[in-house]
């Protein structure tokens, strides 16, 4: 959500600026700009693709080598050339892009508009902009004091740039709530919301912190905090490669990312599943063997598909760990003031570890004494930072909006936790220990079979494209995939999708089953078979065309339904991470068969880092 990259330094600042918004684009955006400082200011900015602002300056003189450039998804204001970023102040001396949501937004317009300010745009942005200028005219400070005392009087989240015409080597920038990395090069610096702009030029980087300002320029990096203490960046090594954010042949990054699941699935397990010799090595869970075993409760605490990790942990840690578990959209668990205590243990799941819904939620938990345990995909994320301990998924950057390969690996993570919880309490024997390790071993070779051969579900998707309605059915742990199948549809293809367990659809939604609507049963074989198998044939009986998950073998589901994609058998604790992929690929298919953006579904974006 909202992207955001700056340079200054020895190079070209725009090319670098436009090439760091393109790696970008997978956050979901509306409008885009760049601000250049060379012999003044100078903002271009574009409602709608990248490549539109890209062709608007053709014949621009773009010589500058410090510089700013943002890709805005809309919050407050249309997308609109006007309130596209970056902001001019009203002196035209600042400019500034922004991240996030400012508040009090609208009792700091009305003073400034008493004091004879304007606005070009409808954005919190500008007022936020046109509040620095204002404070450092009246105080007679430096710009970075000015944003200090700002910062210090607004209500919301933000990650800042702001370049001015008396710091022509200078970016000042802070964030709360809203990720910001710092690339360190030589005699030059990079500024972005996540690594994929910045790997192309260094693996050094620094992650920002909430309530830090920073003062770059080529040659140094400040980092102080709103006290204006110094503080002592901490360098990180990025260990991705360009190649991880590239398309590597295939049409799109969400077909790229659906295969690159056996490797992705193995290099989650690497290293930490040893069937071999009976042993699951995850140092987040084996340093805090305690907090987890002993836990009252466990509160899992997740937005999208993460929640649907989540129903699905749900299931398998109450099963292996006999520990109660509650599963918690964040946005509404932040705000109708649950009930936690001291030795409740709080899972929270996000693939950019920066969802601020999650964030707000974990900050109000860890307050009231809980143990935060952090599931991300992100390195050095927020998440990751505030969290008691954790585990990353090494699902590596995942660019298509819709999230694939980071869901298999937090269920891997989360199954692995399980086992390793359970048996640590001794709620599983040697034998069900060691059966659950070596089926979930064989996760990567099964999901590669799955991929082998995807022209039947190809064929599917053609021929339901035009469904007006889908309706996904599951019972026990392949519930939360029909959800999650469900999700995928609506995000890629615009079709409406309903998930509900099987069992509940003859409580309502069994009204809307006719010839025309496809009903998407996940009915592998496990201990709800046969009670699926009468679902199955009660959507029959109603004329209802059935599209079937089945297990390969199965004769039954096959013989019933109008149309099957088959996966390998798999004991029913580790067969979601095989299920989902069937679905994730009917998703894709059916977008693309429609002529969809399936990497940037409209309206939608990669990280949610607003509420």
């Known amino acids: 959500m909202c992207g955001i990259v700056g340079y200054t330094g020895h190079r070209e600042a725009y090319p670098v600026i436009l090439k760091g918004l393109k790696r970008l684009e997978y956050r979901g955006y509306d409008s885009s700009g760049v601000a250049l400082l060379n012999d003044g200011l100078k903002v271009y900015k574009k409602k709608g693709k990248v490549v539109e602002l890209e062709e608007s300056v053709v014949s621009e003189n773009l010589h500058a080598h410090i510089g700013i450039g943002h890709t805005r998804w809309a919050t407050h204001g249309e997308p609109s050339d006007r309130n596209a ?33 304007t606005f070009k745009s409808d954005t919190d942005t500008e007022v936020l902009l046109n509040f620095i200028e204002d404070i450092k005219k009246n105080n007679g400070g430096t710009l970075e004091e000015a944003l200090r005392i700002a910062l210090k009087r607004i209500v919301g989240a933000y990650c800042i740039l702001l370049i001015s015409n008396e710091n022509p080597e200078t970016i000042i920038a802070a964030r709360k709530g809203s990720p910001l990395v710092i690339g360190i090069g030589k005699g030059e610096h990079f500024l972005a919301s996540d690594a994929s702009p910045i790997i192309e030029y260094t693996k050094e980087v620094v992650y920002v912190n909430d309530y830090e300002i920073a003062i770059v320029r080529p040659d140094e990096l400040i980092l102080k905090n709103l006290g204006n203490e110094k503080q002592t960046p901490f360098i990180t090594k990025l260990d991705i490669e360009l190649a991880a954010i590239e398309k590597g042949g295939y049409d799109h990054f969400m077909l790229k990312e659906i295969n690159e699941q056996p490797e992705t699935i193995y290099d989650c397990l690497r290293g930490r599943l040893l069937p071999d010799v009976g042993q699951i090595m995850m140092a987040g869970v084996e340093n805090n063997l ?20 989540g129903l699905i942990a749900e299931y398998v840690i109450e099963e292996l760990c006999r520990i109660p578990v509650e599963v918690e959209y964040a946005s509404e668990f932040r705000y109708r003031n649950p009930v936690v205590n001291k030795g409740d243990v709080i899972i929270a799941i996000s693939q950019s570890g920066e969802t601020a819904d999650t964030l707000v939620a974990l900050e109000s938990a860890k307050q009231k004494g809980a143990f935060i345990f952090g599931v991300v995909n992100a390195v050095g994320s927020s998440i990751a930072r505030l969290s008691d301990a954790g585990a990353y998924t090494h699902s590596g950057p995942e660019i298509g909006v819709a999230s694939t390969k980071a869901f298999t690996g937090q269920l891997a993570v989360l199954l692995m936790m399980a086992l390793k919880i359970g048996y640590a309490k001794g709620t599983i024997d040697d034998e069900r220990y060691i059966h659950l390790m070596n089926e979930l071993n064989t996760v990567p070779e099964k999901v590669k079979e799955i991929l082998a051969d995807t022209s039947n579900i190809k064929r599917i998707a053609e021929k339901y494209k035009d469904a007006n309605d889908f309706l996904f059915l599951g019972r026990g742990y392949n519930f939360p995939i029909a959800l999650e199948g469900a999700l995928k549809l609506k995000e ?29 049963f996940v009915a592998t074989k496990d201990s709800y ?11 029959k009986a109603r004329k209802g065309k059935v599209i079937a998950v089945a297990t390969f073998a199965d004769a039954v589901i096959p013989s019933m339904a109008d149309d099957v994609m088959f996966v390998p058998d798999a004991d029913e604790i580790v067969a979601p991470l095989l299920s989902v992929v069937p679905l994730q690929l009917l998703s894709y298919y059916v977008g693309v068969a429609k002529g969809y953006d399936v990497d940037k579904p409209r309206n939608l974006a990669k990280s949610v880092t607003v509420e």
Not at 529 to 539: A, D, F, H, R, T
């Open 85 to 117: 970023h970056p902001h001019l102040s009203n002196s035209g001396e600042l400019a500034m892009i922004h991240n996030g949501i400012i508040e009090n937004y609208v009792s700091i317009k009305n003073d400034l508009l008493k004091k004879g300010y």
């Open 290 to 309: 305690a907090a987890l075993t002993n836990a009252n409760r466990m509160v899992i605490v997740a937005c999208g598909t993460s929640w649907h990790a």
């Open 492 to 520: 890629i293809s615009y079709i409406h999708a309903e998930g509900y367990p099987a069992a509940e659809m003859k409580h309502g939604p069994i009204a809307l089953v006719e010839e025309k609507l496809p009903v998407v």
């Open 529 to 539: 078979y046969e009670k699926i198998v009468s679902n199955v044939q009660e959507i």
